[in-house]
Nanobody
Framework: QVQLVESGGGLVQAGGSLRLSCAASGGATSAYGMAWFRQAPGKEREFVAGFNWSGHNTYYADSVKGRVTISRDNAKNTVYLQMNSLITEDTAVYYC???????????????????WGQGTQVTVSS
């Protein structure tokens, strides 16, 4: 069973940057499709960015494309989400998720993911 722990959230001004980390234990991030989701107050959890298990395919939500980069360090068993040019609409709890199925595509639906972290709060002030 994979355990995921997010970190790196915080309060940042609009236009600023943050890098979120997702440390995995109990399994190698290189063996899973990995993704970041977010949930703003009063809204449903939504897909932000992800890559399939091989890392060859990545996918970004339109709302963050060009501002966000997902990456992983297999040696550290950690997945990152670099977020630049943050806007107030990026305020949310950010969750890391892992998909145990080896697919070519990048899953974007919550139910495609088997393991979840507890989330880290990102607040962007204007």
């Amino acid at each position: 069973q994979v355990q995921l722990v997010e970190s790196g959230g915080g309060l940042v001004q609009a236009g600023g940057s943050l890098r979120l980390s997702c440390a995995a234990s109990g399994g190698a991030t290189s063996a899973y499709g990995m993704a970041w989701f977010r949930q703003a107050p009063g809204k449903e959890r939504e897909f932000v960015a992800g890559f399939n298990w091989s890392g060859h395919n990545t996918y970004y939500a339109d709302s963050v494309k060009g501002r966000v980069t997902i990456s992983r360090d297999n040696a550290k068993n950690t997945v990152y989400l670099q977020m630049n040019s943050l806007i107030t609409e990026d305020t949310a709890v950010y969750y890391c998720a892992a998909d145990r199925f080896r697919t070519i595509r990048v899953p974007t639906v919550l139910t495609d993911y088997d393991y979840w972290g507890q989330g880290t709060q990102v607040t962007v002030s204007s």
